[in-house]
């Protein structure tokens, strides 16, 4: 039995190079975002806070993107009946809000973007974009 695994790490330029992508989604939109960029174990790596994004949204990009990487899943996917007991459960840390979408290469997660300011629909856009600056694979069908 083996004792360690190989595993994929997003990098920093990469994590800056999603973050690019959002923007410019962002920008085309007309709505300023807040973008968070996490690697597989949730510790941010790139943010942003656009000239005229919501300051408290700040925080909710940063929780969609957590649990997104954390549950390895859309944070849309979670239960709705579950919000509190996340919410307490991940000291606020964990969201079942739109907007979180895990980074997956080759079917392994490696972080997640987490995007707040926007509608629901606007934020998903904005991640999704961030997805396919770094060709990572899309789990919203």
């Given amino acids: 039995m083996s004792m360690t695994r ?8 990469g994590a800056l190079k999603a973050l690019a ?4 989604k962002a920008e085309e939109l007309g709505v ?19 000239d005229g994004a919501k300051l408290l949204s700040r925080e909710t990009s940063l929780s ?8 390895r899943q859309p944070t849309s996917r979670l239960n ?8 307490i459960a991940g000291g606020g840390r ?11 290469i080759g079917g392994q997660c490696v972080g997640a973007v987490g ?5 629901g629909a606007q934020d998903v856009a904005v991640a999704r974009a961030a997805l396919v600056a770094i060709e990572a694979e ?3 069908p």
């Avoid at 300023?32 to 656009?50: C, E, T, Y």
């Avoid at 709705?80 to 919410?87: G, M, Q, R, V």
């Avoid at 964990?94 to 997956?104: D, Q």
Wanted: glycine share 10%; hydrophobic share 45%.
């Fill in 115 to 119: 995007v707040g300011s926007g509608t």
């Fill in 21 to 24: 992508g959002a923007i410019a």
């Fill in 6 to 13: 190989n595993s994929l790490k997003l990098t920093h330029q």
């Fill in 94 to 104: 964990l969201t079942n809000l739109e907007g979180g979408l895990p980074i997956m």
């Fill in 32 to 50: 300023p975002q807040n973008i968070s960029v996490v690697d597989d174990g949730g510790n941010l790596l790139a943010f942003v806070r656009m």
């Fill in 80 to 87: 709705p009946a579950d919000e509190i007991k996340l919410a």
């Fill in 138 to 140: 899309d789990q919203i």
């Fill in 64 to 71: 969609k993107a957590v649990t997104a990487a954390s549950h």
